[in-house]
């Protein structure tokens, strides 16, 4: 609205509010889900209504069959994007931009790993900066590049109707979602608009955009978009005596996980990139664009944007083959519900270590990290179908399966495959220097020491957490968070001196973690090393052989809070030792363990992980992770935020809850649920799983001081009552500053 003020030209935006329909138990519990992280981020006017409400806020609708909806009256959903983007170009130039239409890129200058100008059809343009905002052209204006950067997105067929004005259509109806009949309703001078996001997507341009294609339109196909009609004559009884002005078919781009593409590109220096906005462009195109032009002003995230990120995306994304295929199943998947444990099917299978057709025979139920096939959990003896997740936000079909994958690691021993692992030496005369500057921990160090360390932002902010281990007196191990390869490589590279090189190892060592209180009496049947905490002490690393494979580097380290050591095996050996380790294992119970039961350990000991409890937003002092922080070592970045930070004390702190949930309610904590303090909102469920061992449900997350208090304090975090809201509901939460499982620590000092 200011917009119009400002320029005088009318955007065609007013607020009529946003009414999605739930036809599903399944589908309001998402929606109040939804609903709780939007009030988490200070959204407070979204509410759960009754299908009769939602009958009187829009009259044309059938409602008998809901079992709910969602309201947000202030949203200002309606829109012309032409008057928006008039309105806009205006408002820049009157800010001094000058705009040029009918420009066609032809290379974008790269000198030294950045950008320098950029060529045209008319002439040469030089720049410091430069934005690929270019929408669906946008993959293919990455190309365009002298270093190519991928952005992966495709384009699909988007279709919807306008009809002619229809009587009973109010000018101020709120824009209706039946995400469930996959479609979207809005007034449209005096009719409807009717779109959908068909469950099967139509691809196109996948090789490439043909020119020229503006301002153009694809053929109607009323065969394709006849089962949308009979959703919308079963919602919208009215639209039987509608006369269709105009069937719309509209190219419009999808990404690879359904998130926006943002950020300076991985490939390039000074090469950002805004665009695969998934439909959403027009609604959320101002907000990206804030944060964006923050993003370009002072090089870093203004906020923690790192689902929107570019780095979040390794190259192999951009095989056209890929994205055709992702494509049409994400545009369905626009308006599915997302349960947990969601996985996408298309794409599968591109990352297998050799160690794949093993697992596949003791029963591994597959997910996906950064393409890898990465187990989620085992069950042995199913079937395939029976190894699907179910769609459930209560207890769901594996919860048995990982418990046992848990308990064993907890009384004996289980193996787990985490060669997801972003892995890279860095290497060079000046490695610990330019070490020192990147960490937050000391890690000038005696070679075979491992230490933890977060690399932070100049605002004190997570990078990423990762373990360092120094390998020789010039040479370091980094491993960090897996679907971090291409984030983690790009931060490091840009602040390491030419005399040190970064090499990405992720796919040449596959990870195999033994942990539990058996996992060194089991692991010494296999190798001459001794393990015993004389000769290898925590938080240290040596080469061991395992079984017929000698070059084994063994770090005694733990993601699960046992006695455990995470194996780096070279890749091609990795299936050898999986078999050794199985034969020995015998004797021992062991069990293999899927990346479920890795969280619900890792939770249950209070574990921290990178997105969850990290982020680019959040410090070691509110994340309670002060010991891997030397202030004393010398400088760092973010060492002066830290500092200031530590002096003014802060406003977050991470903790733990056990909720208290009663046996016949069939709802479990998955994470983003309110945590409320005394009745009062206080902050949000970062991650949340069943903890087994202490036969609890486990909430991790912040709590935040009271408005107008700068510094939270333990005895205010301990004098609250709590409550945590799992489907609209508030069960009793008891507080911990510890971790719930073996607070010293002894088990894994073992």
Not at 296 to 304: H, K, V
Not at 313 to 322: D, E, G, H, I, V
Not at 383 to 396: I, L, M, Q
Not at 512 to 539: C, I, W, Y
């Amino acid at each position: 609205m200011n917009l119009e003020k400002e320029t005088g030209l009318s955007t065609g935006c007013r607020a009529t509010g946003n009414l999605n329909l739930a036809r599903t138990k399944d589908k309001l519990t998402e929606f109040r889900r939804n609903v709780a992280v939007a009030r988490s981020c200070g959204v407070i006017e979204a509410e759960i209504i009754s299908p009769e409400q939602a009958s009187e806020l829009c009259p044309i609708l059938k409602t008998d069959d809901l079992a709910g909806a969602l309201y947000i009256p202030g949203d200002p959903s309606m829109g012309n994007p032409s008057d928006l983007i008039q309105s806009l170009a205006k408002g820049a130039t009157m800010q001094g931009v000058r705009v040029v239409e009918g420009v066609g890129v032809e290379r974008v200058e790269v000198e030294s790993g950045r950008v320098r100008g950029v060529h045209t059809d008319q002439g040469y343009i030089e720049c410091e900066t430069f934005v690929n905002c270019a929408g669906q052209w946008a993959r293919d204006l990455g190309a365009l590049s002298d270093t190519p950067v991928n952005i992966p997105l495709h384009s699909t067929m988007h279709y919807y109707i306008i009809t002619k004005p229809l009587e009973g259509v109010d000018f101020n109806m709120p824009t209706v979602r039946d995400k469930e009949g996959t479609m979207y309703i809005r007034e449209w001078s005096g009719g409807l608009l009717v779109g959908c996001f068909e469950t099967n997507g139509t691809p196109i341009f996948t090789e490439g955009i043909p020119k020229p294609f503006e301002f153009q339109l694809l053929p109607e196909d009323w065969e394709h978009i006849q089962p949308l009609m009979d959703q919308v004559l079963n919602r919208i009884p009215l639209m039987e005596k509608a006369e269709i002005r105009q069937q719309i078919n509209g190219p419009e781009s999808f990404t690879p996980d359904m998130h926006a593409i943002m950020g300076e590109a991985p490939e390039v220096d000074n090469y950002y990139v805004l665009a695969g906005l998934n439909s959403t462009g027009v609604a959320s195109s101002g907000g990206y664009g804030h944060v964006l032009s923050q993003w370009i002003a002072t090089g870093e995230p203004p906020m923690d944007l790192w689902e929107y990120d570019i780095a979040r995306f390794s190259p192999f994304t951009s095989n056209k083959q890929y994205l055709k295929h992702r494509s049409k199943e994400v545009l369905g998947r626009h308006y599915a519900i997302s349960y947990p444990g969601w996985e996408l099917e298309s794409g599968r299978g591109i990352k297998m270590n050799p160690m794949y057709s093993m697992q596949e025979g003791m029963g591994a139920s597959w997910g996906c990290m950064d393409g890898w096939e990465r187990a989620n959990w085992y069950g042995k003896g199913k079937s395939a179908d029976e190894r699907v997740n179910n769609k459930t936000f209560g207890r769901p079909n594996w919860f048995d399966d990982v418990k046992e994958e848990h308990l064993a690691c907890r009384n004996s021993v289980a193996l787990f495959d985490m060669s997801t692992f972003a892995k890279f030496e860095i290497e060079g005369p000046d490695a610990e220097s330019a070490m020192q500057q990147l960490c937050s921990n000391n890690v000038a160090v005696p070679p075979g020491t491992v230490v933890y360390t977060g690399l932070l932002n100049t605002q004190g902010g997570y990078q990423t957490d990762c373990t360092v281990s120094r390998l020789s007196a010039d040479k370091y191990l980094l491993i960090a968070p897996s679907a971090q390869v291409t984030h983690v490589a790009k931060w490091v590279k840009k602040h390491l001196p030419s005399t040190v090189r970064l090499t990405d190892i992720t796919a040449k060592y596959s990870v195999l973690a033994l942990m539990g209180p058996k996992s060194r009496e089991m692991l010494e049947q296999v190798t001459r090393v001794p393990l015993d905490n004389q000769h290898f002490p925590f938080s240290t690393v040596q080469t061991i052989d395992v079984g017929l494979v000698a070059d084994v580097r063994a770090l005694r380290m733990t993601f699960m809070g046992e006695l455990g050591w995470e194996l780096n095996i070279p890749t091609e050996c990795s299936q050898s030792v999986l078999e050794t380790l199985l034969s020995v294992g015998r004797d021992y119970s062991l069990k293999m363990g899927g990346a479920y039961a890795v969280d619900s350990l890792r939770i249950e000991k209070g574990y921290r992980h990178w997105s969850h409890e990290m982020d680019t937003e959040t410090s070691p002092w509110e994340a309670r992770l002060g010991f891997t922080v030397d202030l004393n070592k010398g400088d760092f970045i973010g060492r002066q935020a830290l500092l200031e930070q530590r002096e003014r004390g802060v406003r977050k702190s991470l903790v733990s809850f056990t909720v208290d949930i009663p046996a016949d309610r069939d709802v479990l904590p998955w994470g983003s649920e309110l945590i409320y303090r005394n009745g009062e909102y206080v902050g949000y469920a970062t991650s949340a799983s069943y903890g087994y061992s202490i036969g609890s449900p486990v909430v991790m997350g912040f709590v935040e001081a009271p408005k107008g208090v700068k510094k939270i304090t333990t005895e205010y975090i301990k004098s609250g009552h709590y409550t945590v809201e799992i489907d609209g509901q508030r069960y009793p939460a008891k507080i911990s500053l510890q971790p719930l499982y073996d607070p010293k620590s002894a088990r894994v000092q073992m």
